[in-house]
């Protein structure tokens, strides 16, 4: 099944909804804490890519060096044949006991010392041969063990990245909702003072003379306090809390596009140094 991933679409898409007036800041952050999770979807992807091209490259170096060998040792079964048969030629020369011939009983002996020589030779070659096949097999298992470590290096820091990517958004929402709050309470306090205020100044008596009682010298403000609570609290704090919101949500989709950017010049860094394509290996490995 494939990794669910963040595409330069979906970045657009949120571009757009940054500009909708009638997206609520909840909804902006809930869906900017959507992309990260996605994008955490890319680098899991290209993750497992950079593993697989790299064990691909390993397996393939490894396996051309296994066949350069096998070739020399097949060279090597060849030449102990070839050996094999003038070890049975000379046998055979003295089946029929030791020659008197001088000279053919040299060359016989000649033959001899020449076969011990190349047999010496051979089996030097063939130990030789055994010691770089094994020493390639350490070599191979030493490397498959530090691309899996690697990998699991890879993994552990990925999963606690996009865990404080998500607990960030979280406290910031947290942050500029509480801020928001603060702000409104002042706006929501300031609009019915300021009308009080001005009334008074335009000589607005209070509802009693010669009163010492707030609540009747400033009735103004407490109605307009009680009509702003009912009709327009809301409407400042969503507006107040948007105004703080966009800011911090276009720093944060602007971060996000900076990694979606660079988990693509890292996917083609692989691609090139592995010649391996991505949408091959997603075809491969998450295709039904």
Avoid: C
């Avoid at 030779?121 to 899996?148: C, F, P, T, Y």
């Avoid at 609540?215 to 703080?244: D, N, P, Q, W």
């Amino acid at each position: 099944m494939p990794i669910p991933s963040l595409s330069e679409t979906d970045l657009e898409a949120y571009r757009n909804d940054l500009s909708n007036p009638e997206k609520s800041t909840g909804e902006l952050f809930i869906t900017l804490t959507g992309l990260y999770q996605r994008f955490a979807g890319n680098e899991q992807l290209l993750a497992n890519f950079e593993y697989a091209a790299e064990l691909q490259s390993l397996e393939n170096s490894y396996a051309s060096k296994k066949d350069q060998y096998n070739k020399e040792i097949t060279e090597l079964k060849r030449q102990f044949k070839q050996l094999d048969n003038r070890i049975v030629a000379a046998e055979q020369k003295l089946r029929h006991g030791i020659p008197d011939d001088l000279m053919v009983m040299d060359k016989i002996i000649a033959e001899q010392e020449s076969i011990v020589e190349d047999q010496e030779k051979l089996n030097h070659a063939e130990s030789s041969v055994v010691e770089q096949v094994r020493k390639i097999d350490i070599a191979h298992g030493k490397d498959l063990q530090k691309l899996e470590q690697q990998q699991n290096n890879r993994n552990t820091p990925l999963n606690s990245k996009f865990s404080a990517f998500t607990e960030q958004l979280k406290q910031a929402e947290k942050r500029i909702t509480l801020k928001a709050s603060a702000i409104a309470i002042i706006a929501i306090i300031g609009i019915p003072l300021i009308l009080d205020l001005g009334l008074v100044s335009l000589g607005l008596p209070a509802l009693s003379k010669n009163t010492n009682n707030l609540i009747f010298t400033h009735y103004i403000f407490l109605i307009a306090l009680i009509l702003v609570e009912l009709f327009l609290a809301e409407k400042i704090r969503s507006r107040i809390s948007g105004m703080l919101s966009i800011s911090y949500l276009k720093d944060s989709l602007a971060t996000l596009q900076n990694l979606l950017t660079e988990n693509k010049k890292q996917i083609f860094k692989v691609e090139s140094e592995h010649k391996i394509s991505l949408s091959e290996f997603v075809k491969q490995n998450y295709t039904a």
